[in-house]
Each structure stands twice: as structure tokens, then as C-alpha cells.
């Protein structure tokens, strides 16, 4: 059962629901005379925090058939980059498939606050759905409501409504956002170790989830240990376990067990959380997405079907313990033999020309500041609390007495409008204002106003003025945005790190495909764009590129195929 959702239909899709032929789009024009047929099945990878850096570094240690099947055997793109400031899991999610940046999207941040009631808005919450057998806590993740652009899903099934579009992950936005408005979501409960969909899709669940989860499959990882697959002397480019900077400190290192000693001990809440934190969380999820290809029946007929999977455990990890530990190390090569053995049942069910591949990342990853200063880098944690109640006492030697910044939101000054209006100020003299002032912070390389990104008067060539622009919705963004220098981010936590700048480290992602029939095996030293991979799919598929799609057809196709 599917419930009733509208939708702006392009004049260039309205042709018979049935046919895959291609229409005419103004960025790429692709012929109905390609000699190689669509694929059966589309496969999305899409790895949470894998920094591009990091698949160079450790490939001599990848497995034949891992991560080894695209850069051996298929396209691999050294210089693909996100071109927005904002590098988060849900803008970069909401990115890939649409082909465009948050400009368009909407989806300008994990969360974000609404500038008139500032209340917190979750970027794939909506109220009116709950999840399937499970409890709904507030702000959860629930349908794309907020997602302003379509997705090349929803071009797949508007043009083939019988193909199918699935899309995992143990993160509701890393399903949701992938998945579209016509697609199918299902996301780890973190509570039950159950995977599951919500009621925008679903009124319940399809018996093979039911049958797949009856005997708990999750619960087989309960008291198993995450040992380092290599030698010691394999990780020395790497951080040692261990480190001050990490969380949980000494307690950070390999072997780690994962469960409970106990004789009579079951597994809890606090495992199942916990297990995402290991190579144990994607193979969980690339369990559940074999359990998919089979009880949806996926690539075994004419109607081309895509399956988009989402692997969150690598941030996780990158979060608790940096990118340059060998943990990280680690769970990068435990992730490479996890896809080795699922590229094999790919093969063995769909048949290896009869699928296309391809393999990104929502975003990279920043070193972890302590780390970084020991190599010799300036690295810091910034506090923006204090650095707005700086502001604000600099806006009130102008302006009066008042609370004139009311907080931040998606790495933006919020103003106090009503305090505005009541006073009688002018938001674009304030917003000039904040942004001078923030400029004299020293955490802070530049920052951009309201006005400015919205009259389009930004200078591209301007420190970050076009990363800025692509990360600004209107209608969801806040006054002034900011950027912290390379190496510091805002965080008050004493362990850990994290993305979500405009520094080439968050933005710099791999890009690989996969597919004998249409990719050329070749590595590209060009810059491209991550809004490059759905245009470059639609081709493969033969069909148009998403509405709002901003990117051109990557440099890969087989010479059997023809774009003009």
C-alpha cells in the first residue's frame, strides 16, 4: 500500500508510463540508439565520512574485489568534490541523487532552526508519519517532506513505474533522502537492532522484512570481538589506539569487544546503539540489503530497478576516534572485504554486466585538532557561543541594549528580527555589521551576509563566496555565514572530530563506477562534482537527469554509448 503524494510532473517526462526512452533535457541529451541496454539494477554506495585521502592511502591493502573492483576495473575520479560549504550527512545525502546542491534541495544542514519560531527542525521529520513497529520519538526521521527537489528515482519511476526503488541505511536521512519521493526507505532501529520503514510508504511492512528479522539476525554480532585484520607494523601511516583525543581515551583500541561476558547476558538497547560504532554496523546493513535484492526481487527483469545503500558506520568511527587512526584504518579494510563478499552475491544473483556501480561519500572528515597539532598544524575548537556573545556586546555599543543575535543555526548568525522591527533597525546595516566584526575573530577566515547571498553579489572568486551560495535556501538559512580556519571546527567536546566545513578535507569524496557495459575502466585526474553522478546514471539508464540537477555526465561512458 502507498500512499497518495503529489508532484510537478516536467513536460519531458510526459510520455508513456511504461517506455525507458530518453527525453531531451537542456544539460544532456541522451539517445535512444546507445547499444548497450539499460542495467537491471542500479547499486548506490554511499559511505558515511570516507574521505577521497583515505582510499588512496590504504589501497595497497584493499582486497581484490572490494573497493579493488572499481579502482582496477571501473572509472575512478581523483578529484570529485561537494561544491557547498555545509558538508553534512543529510545535504550530502540529499545531493547525490538529485544532482543539486542545498540551494536547491532545501536540505541545508542535519538540523536546523526555524528563523520565526526557533523551534529545531530535523531534516527528514514530519509528524504526520511514524515508524513501522516501533516508537517514533520526536524530530525522528519519517518522509522527505522537507526535500525540495526530485530525486532520479523518482524520474525512474515515473517513466517505469514498475521498477522498484529501495534505499537502506542505519540512519533514516541516509534512507529517506536517497530514496525520494517515490522510493522506498528502511532504517536501523537502534533500540531493537530491526530495521524499518515508516507509514509515508507503508501501512506494514512486506512479509520478507517480517520473515528476515523473525529470528533477530542482528543479535549474531551480539558478544563478537572487532580484531585488526592486519599486522601492527600494517598501520604505521596511522594514529596509535589510544590517544588522549579520542573518546574514551585509553579505553580506544583494538581488539574491542562488543556485547556482554555474562553467562545469562542477552543484547540490550546500549549494544545495539553501540554496534554501529564497528565494521559489524555495515555488515549488518549490507545483510538487510541482500535480504532486499531477494525479497524485492530486484534486477530480474526488464524494468531497471535502483538500490541505494548507505554505510554510516565509518562516521561513527571517524567521529569517536579521527580519520588518521588506525581504527579508522581498520574499519576502512573491514568495510572492503564486507563489499568483496557482497559484490560476489551481486554477481552470482543479478550477473555482473547486468548491473552499474557506484561508490561516494556524503562527505570527508576533519583531522582531529589534537592531532593535528602534533603534526605541526594550527587546530583548535572554537566555541561560537562565546564567540556570539562577543558579537552581540559589539552590536549593542551601536545598536542599545538587546539581545540582537538570537543564536546559530547551520553554521549562520541568526538576528533578532522582532528586536529589529521593534527598534526600527535595519537587518542589512546589522547583517554588515556581524559579518565585520566576525571577520576580526581569529577562529574566523571570512564571512558572507544574508543580502548578499540572496542579491547574488558575492564575488565567486571571494574566499568560499560560491561554497556559500550553494549551501543557502532562502527560506531556511539564517543572517550571516561564517568560516572557521582550516583545522578548527565548533565543537566544546574535549575527544573526536567532525565535517561540515568548506575545506577541501570535507568536501574531497571519492567518486567510482562500476559497470562493464557502460564505464570505461580509467583513472580521471579532472575536477568533477558529486551532483555529476546523477546526470552520469540517468544516462546509463536512458532516461532524464532529475529537474533541478546541476551536473554534467562524468567523463566514463563506454564508447558503445553516445551522448550528445
Known amino acids: 500500500m502507498r500512499f497518495t503524494r503529489k508532484f510537478v510532473i516536467s ?36 559511505v558515511d565520512g570516507l574521505p577521497m585521502w583515505q582510499v588512496t592511502s590504504y589501497e595497497s591493502q584493499f582486497a581484490k574485489d572490494g573497493f579493488r573492483r572499481f579502482l ?14 555545509r558538508t553534512v550527512t543529510a545535504a550530502g545525502h540529499a545531493t547525490i541523487l538529485t544532482g543539486a546542491y542545498p540551494n536547491r534541495t532545501g536540505i541545508i544542514d542535519n538540523e536546523w532552526r526555524d528563523t520565526n519560531t526557533w523551534q529545531v527542525v530535523y531534516n527528514t521529520e514530519d509528524a504526520a508519519h511514524t515508524y513501522i513497529d516501533h516508537i517514533t520519538p520526536p524530530l525522528s526521521g519519517t518522509s522527505p517532506k522537507n526535500l525540495r527537489a526530485e530525486t532520479l528515482g523518482d524520474v525512474l519511476k515515473r517513466v517505469s513505474p514498475q521498477s522498484k526503488v529501495i534505499a537502506i541505511s542505519a540512519k533514516d536521512r541516509g534512507a529517506i533522502l536517497p530514496a525520494g519521493k517515490l522510493g522506498t526507505a528502511y532504517m536501523y532501529m537502534n533500540t531493537t537492532g530491526k530495521f524499518a520503514s515508516t507509514t509515508y510508504y507503508m501501512a506494514a511492512h512486506p512479509q520478507w522484512v517480517t520473515d528476515y528479522q523473525a529470528n533477530s539476525p542482528t543479535d549474531r554480532y551480539f558478544n563478537k570481538t572487532w580484531n585488526p585484520l592486519l599486522t601492527e607494523s600494517a598501520y604505521k ?59 524485492e526481487a530486484l534486477g530480474v527483469d526488464s524494468a531497471p530497478d535502483i538500490l541505494s545503500i548507505s554505510l554510516s558506520s565509518h562516521d561513527y568511527v571517524n567521529h569517536a576516534w579521527g580519520p588518521e587512526s588506525r581504527l ?15 559484490f560476489v552475491d551481486l554477481d552470482a544473483r543479478i550477473g555482473r554486466d547486468n548491473y552499474a ?39 549593542e555599543k551601536k545598536y542599545g541594549e538587546g539581545k540582537w543575535v538570537r543564536g546559530f543555526s547551520s553554521n549562520m548568525v ?17 547583517e554588515r555589521d556581524a559579518s565585520q566584526y566576525l571577520k576580526t ?26 561554497l556559500l551560495k550553494n549551501s543557502f535556501y532562502a527560506e531556511r538559512s539564517g543572517d550571516v555565514a561564517y568560516v572557521l580556519k582550516r583545522y578548527w571546527f565548533a ?63 562524468l567523463p566514463q561512458l563506454n564508447a558503445r554509448q553516445s551522448i550528445r
Open 237 to 295: 601511516q596511522s594514529s596509535p589506539d589510544g590517544a588522549s583525543w579520542q573518546v574514551d581515551g585509553a579505553m580506544a583500541k583494538l581488539p574491542m569487544f562488543f556485547g556482554n561476558s555474562a553467562p545469562d547476558a542477552t543484547p540490550t538497547r546500549a549494544f545495539y546503539a553501540r554496534l554501529l560504532q564497528s565494521p559489524f554496523g555495515n555488515e549488518i546493513t549490507l545483510n538487510f540489503a541482500r535480504a532486499a535484492i531477494q525479497g
Open 414 to 430: 541568526v538576528l533578532n528580527h522582532a528586536l529589529l522591527r521593534e527598534k526600527n533597525v535595519d537587518a542589512a546595516m546589522m
Open 491 to 553: 565543537n566544546t567536546r574535549t575527544a573526536g572530530s567532525t565535517h561540515g566545513s568548506p575545506h577541501d578535507y570535507d568536501r574531497h569524496v571519492p567518486i567510482l563506477l562500476y559497470g562493464a557495459p557502460w564505464v570505461t575502466p580509467k583513472r580521471h585526474d579532472e575536477a568533477v562534482e558529486v551532483t555529476d553522478i546523477a546526470p552520469t546514471l540517468a544516462a546509463i539508464l536512458k532516461i532524464a537527469a532529475p529537474a533541478q540537477s546541476q551536473g554534467k555526465v
Open 357 to 395: 556501480a557506484v561508490l561516494t561519500a556524503d562527505h570527508g572528515f576533519t583531522l582531529t585538532p589534537e592531532y593535528a597539532k602534533s603534526i605541526g598544524k594550527d587546530a583548535g575548537r572554537a566555541n561560537i557561543s562565546l564567540i556570539g556573545g562577543r558579537l552581540n556586546i559589539e552590536l
Open 328 to 342: 579508522s584504518h581498520d574499519h576502512l579494510l573491514w568495510l572492503d572485504r564486507a563489499l568483496e563478499k557482497f
Open 441 to 466: 575573530e581569529p577562529e574566523i577566515i571570512t564571512a558572507l551576509t544574508r543580502t548578499e547571498l540572496i542579491n547574488g553579489t558575492v564575488d565567486s572568486a571571494a574566499p568560499f563566496g560560491t
Open 11 to 46: 513536460a519531458c517526462l510526459a510520455v508513456a508510463a511504461t517506455t525507458l526512452s530518453a527525453c531531451s533535457t537542456s544539460k544532456n541529451n541522451v539517445t535512444s540508439a546507445n547499444s548497450a541496454p539499460a542495467p537491471k539494477l542500479v547499486v548506490l554506495l554511499v
Open 72 to 85: 582496477d576495473r571501473g572509472a575512478t575520479y581523483n578529484n570529485a568534490f561537494y561544491n557547498f560549504a
